[in-house]
């Protein structure tokens, strides 16, 4: 069982940074594969960036590619997001997940926990 919660959202404008954090309780974290997913009004949820349990690989999206960087501490129990050069189309809910599979991937529907979800706001 892992326990997620989100924390940096907020407003920023078009061209700024944020860093989004996910701490974790539970014993599995260390071993979980980590992902970033968003989720914008109207629109499904969509995979933005996963990082590997030994941070041995990472995925991101196309749309996020060069701009946004994900890492983890497993010490702390700990995934992050630094998100830079944010345009207002990264505006959403970001939410992070775990996956105990064997295999990283980017489908939502393969990741086994989710946190509540940070609101992250681009202005123009």
């Known amino acids: 069982q892992v326990q997620l919660v989100e924390s940096g959202g907020g407003l920023v404008q078009a061209g700024g940074s944020l860093r989004l954090s996910c701490a974790a309780s539970?014993?599995?974290?260390?071993?979980?594969?980590m992902g970033w997913f968003r989720q914008a009004p109207g629109k499904e949820r969509e995979f933005v960036a996963a990082?590997?349990?030994?941070?041995?690989?990472?995925y991101y999206a196309d749309s996020v590619k060069g701009r946004f960087t994900i890492s983890r501490d497993n010490a702390k129990n700990t995934v992050y997001l630094q998100m830079n050069s944010l345009k207002p189309e990264d505006t959403a809910v970001y939410y992070c997940?775990?996956?105990?599979?064997?295999?990283?991937?980017?489908?939502?529907?393969?990741?086994?926990?989710w946190g509540q979800g940070t609101q992250v706001t681009v202005s123009s």
């Open positions: 997940a775990a996956d105990v599979a064997i295999w990283l991937t980017t489908t939502p529907g393969s990741y086994d926990y």
């Open positions: 539970g014993r599995t974290f260390s071993t979980s594969h």
């Open positions: 990082i590997s349990w030994s941070s041995g690989s990472t």
